[in-house]
């Protein structure tokens, strides 16, 4: 009898070690209906992919006044049919000085408008009324849909200068 529990347990025991080592590799349910892969549950699984979109920030050139800064985009309508735009040919806008603290030029065509108060800084550029796009050297608070900012200021505002200017818009390689 000692003898039969002893070999039932080592059964037991092997079946339980190869079911759990066969397991490893597929996929399972955690008490909560979590699906997990390889151990991982699907919420870690989402966490990382969302990790790797916000790696894939994508960039825009813009150079203004002889010098060419990159600007980080933002995720919205407006920067998608923009992004088109730049992707057609780089995009030139005749800016002018507004107030001492931006320059404003009409785009040519209107955009997906998201307006939102905004306390801009400078380096923001924004979509003003749909058609208009505005670079920021100072600050100001209005109604915007968010563009993108520069990611180094460095010469930016010596670059603008004081009156109008040019500004060519791409896409970053």
Known sequence: MKRLVVLL????TAVCVAACGAAQNEDLSDSAGTVMHDGESA?????????TEQNTEMKMNVTVGGRTFTAT???????????EMMRESPVSVEMRDYSGFEKVGGLGRSL??????TTTVAGDVVLYRGD???MFYGSNSWSYTRLG????LTGWEDALGSGSV???FSIAE
Do not use: P
């Open 9 to 12: 347990t080592a059964l037991l």
């Open 43 to 51: 919420s870690a699984q989402i966490e990382k992919d969302s990790e």
């Open 73 to 83: 985009l933002e995720e919205n309508d407006a920067v998608r049919e923009f992004v």
């Open 112 to 117: 997906t408008a998201n307006d939102s108060q």
């Open 132 to 134: 208009q796009i505005v």
């Open 149 to 152: 900012h520069i990611d180094d």
């Open 166 to 168: 040019t500004a060519v």
